[in-house]
């Protein structure tokens, strides 16, 4: 009996004080969404911490953030019928860098932009023939990743990084 009173105590301690999380996600919200300009639509769902919109060229971008235990950004880009497959550099890296410039912190984004002026062919993990990926080194994230995958038909740009 004394242990289901010691368990229900723990448990509402807990419910009385939410998750046990490191990072707190109290500051995660959509505001930056409305600083970028080329967005004709944008959503933000606070539940989940994730953004949705329409670029004005039609290309769709996904914006995931989050903090507990680990805190990190994920942020995607859709292109349909690009026309052009993902060994061509020159289609997908300017991209990347808007996909980058809008929704990453300044910080953040300069140390992308930086290594990825300086990329080289060697640095472009390919995986087949239908997505690489490029390891940025970053001096907080452990995991900051940027992929592309896809064809000629559809092709997706992420930039992804996280830290715990």
Same mark, same amino acid.
């Given at each position: 009996?004394?242990?289901?009173?010691?368990?229900?105590?723990?448990?509402?301690?807990?419910?009385?004080?939410? #998750?046990?999380?490191?990072?707190?996600?109290?500051?995660?919200?959509?505001?930056?969404?409305?600083?970028?300009?080329?967005?004709?639509?944008?959503?933000?769902?606070?539940?989940?911490?994730?953004?949705?919109?329409?670029?004005?060229?039609?290309?769709?971008?996904?914006?995931?953030?989050?903090?507990?235990?680990?805190?990190?950004?994920?942020?995607?880009?859709?292109?349909?019928?690009?026309?052009?497959?993902?060994?061509?550099?020159?289609?997908?890296?300017?991209?990347?860098?808007?996909?980058?410039? /809008?929704?990453?912190?300044?910080?953040?984004?300069?140390?992308?932009?930086?290594?990825?002026?300086?990329?080289? /062919?060697? #640095?472009?993990?390919?995986?087949?023939?239908?997505?690489?990926?490029?390891?940025?080194?970053?001096?907080?994230?452990?995991?900051?990743?940027?992929?592309?995958?896809?064809?000629?038909?559809?092709?997706?740009?992420?930039?992804?990084?996280?830290?715990?």
């Amino acid at each position: 009996m004394r242990a289901i009173i010691f368990l229900l105590f723990v448990f509402s301690i807990n419910n009385l004080f939410g #998750q046990n999380c490191i990072f707190n996600d109290a500051w995660i919200n959509g505001d930056f969404l409305e600083e970028v300009d080329d967005l004709k639509y944008c959503y933000w769902d606070s539940r989940i911490k994730e953004g949705r919109g329409i670029r004005k060229n039609g290309n769709f971008v996904h914006i995931k953030k989050w903090a507990c235990n680990t805190y990190g950004i994920d942020c995607k880009e859709i292109i349909i019928n690009p026309g052009v497959p993902i060994s061509k550099k020159s289609f997908w890296l300017p991209i990347l860098i808007d996909l980058g410039k /809008d929704f990453l912190s300044s910080s953040n984004f300069e140390i992308m932009d930086n290594f990825l002026r300086e990329l080289n /062919d060697d #640095q472009i993990n390919f995986l087949g023939d239908r997505k690489l990926y490029i390891n940025i080194d970053h001096p907080t994230y452990p995991e900051f990743l940027v992929s592309v995958m896809g064809d000629s038909e559809l092709m997706e740009i992420s930039i992804s990084y996280y830290m715990n």
